[in-house]
């Protein structure tokens, strides 16, 4: 079993940055592939950022790539994801989530979720 908590949500105005964290715990969570996901009102959950534990990605969705960070601290197992210039359609409940060892895009392919941290972006 993996637990995730993310944590760093917040509302901020457009062009602002945020970061986000996620911290992975359990007997398997180093060697965890981790990816951020998001979903919008009324919209379907989608891929946002993921990256392996043994340097594999990070890679992105086209629509945050170039303002998106993906980062990992291995000895800590939390993923990290630093946003800049953000925009209003940005604005989701973002999701850590793991698999192990290989990153994908595929949401159905993650066998843990965290509980989604708020993240709202006014123009």
């Known amino acids: 079993q993996v637990q995730l908590v993310e944590s760093g949500g917040g509302s901020v105005q457009a062009g602002d940055s945020l970061s986000l964290s996620c911290a992975a715990t359990?007997?398997?969570?180093?060697?965890?592939?981790l990816a951020w996901f998001r979903q919008a009102p009324g919209k379907e959950r989608e891929f946002v950022a993921a990256i392996g534990w043994t340097g594999v990605g990070p890679f992105y969705a086209d629509s945050v790539k170039g303002r998106f960070t993906c980062s990992r601290d291995n000895a800590n197992n939390v993923v990290s994801l630093q946003m800049a210039n953000l925009k209003p359609e940005d604005t989701a409940v973002y999701y850590c989530?793991?698999?192990?060892?290989?990153?994908?895009?595929?949401?159905?392919?993650?066998?843990?979720w965290g509980q989604g941290t708020q993240v709202t972006v006014s123009s």
């Open positions: 359990g007997r398997t969570a180093r060697f965890e592939a």
């Open positions: 989530a793991a698999r192990p060892y290989i990153p994908v895009v595929e949401q159905q392919a993650y066998d843990y």
